[in-house]
């Protein structure tokens, strides 16, 4: 059954590193998606892409946030200067289409910034 | 801004018996809900959805049901079985709307007990 992969599966770092975390979606699927949950909080939705740019972002997904589909096959969400608060669980998603329709997720990067 | 709530953080449930899981929204756009399950250290796998056009989706031994005027969704599941055992998340976007993110309740965690 075709799945969402990311990579590396636990990414340690010290505060103002750059860190890139990335995503293989379903191969069929137009739309991408990074979504992170804080350790004992809701998953919250980050930004979504469709057609190379993207088509959504929270407040969370400031400047120092961004995503890139450099091969179109990847998905790689960067973070050019950690915060200890950027400690939490990176999910990459993917859909077939827009509308109703559920989006598959990976399994996730736990990220932790020290 | 909750707009997507589970009251609920956790429920316990004998085995073979029905669990409901609930989940209430504010916002009227919504128009597409979905189930996600999660286990620890995993990504959220998508269990069930509703369209706002319906009141009631069944597959196998989950069945959503969705009373719009109340802003309030459920999850039934039956017979429950022991891995079951997860946190369930309620899951609400407005693809009507041309809004494909999706907004997560805070999760509720099913315990069933053997």
């Known amino acids: 059954e075709p799945e969402v992969t990311q990579t590396p599966s636990h990414q340690v770092t010290q505060m103002g590193q750059e860190v890139i975390l990335r995503c293989v979606p379903i191969s069929n699927h137009l739309y991408f998606y990074w979504y992170r949950q804080i350790l004992g909080q809701k998953v919250e939705f980050l930004v979504s892409f469709y057609n190379n740019e993207i088509s959504e972002k929270s407040e969370i997904f400031d400047d120092q946030f961004s995503v890139e589909r450099p091969d179109g096959s990847n998905f790689t969400l960067k973070i050019r200067s950690t915060k200890l608060e950027d400690s939490a669980m990176y999910f990459c998603?993917?859909?077939?289409?827009?509308?109703?329709?559920?989006?598959?997720f990976g399994q996730g990067t736990r990220l932790t910034v020290v | 801004d909750q707009q997507v709530k589970q009251n609920s953080p956790s429920l316990s449930v004998q085995e073979g018996r029905i669990s409901i899981l609930n989940c209430d929204y504010t916002n009227s756009m919504f128009d597409y809900f979905l189930w996600y399950k999660k286990y620890p250290a995993e990504g959220p796998t998508f269990l069930i959805s509703i369209s706002s056009i319906k009141d009631k989706n069944e597959d196998g031994r989950f069945t959503v049901f969705l009373n719009k005027s109340a802003k309030h969704l459920s999850l039934h599941i039956v017979p429950s079985q022991p891995g079951d055992s997860a946190v369930y998340f309620c899951a609400a976007s407005a693809p009507n709307f041309g809004n494909e993110k999706l907004t997560f309740g805070t999760g509720t965690r099913l315990t069933i007990i053997p």
């Open positions: 998603a993917s859909s077939p289409q827009a509308g109703n329709t559920e989006a598959f």
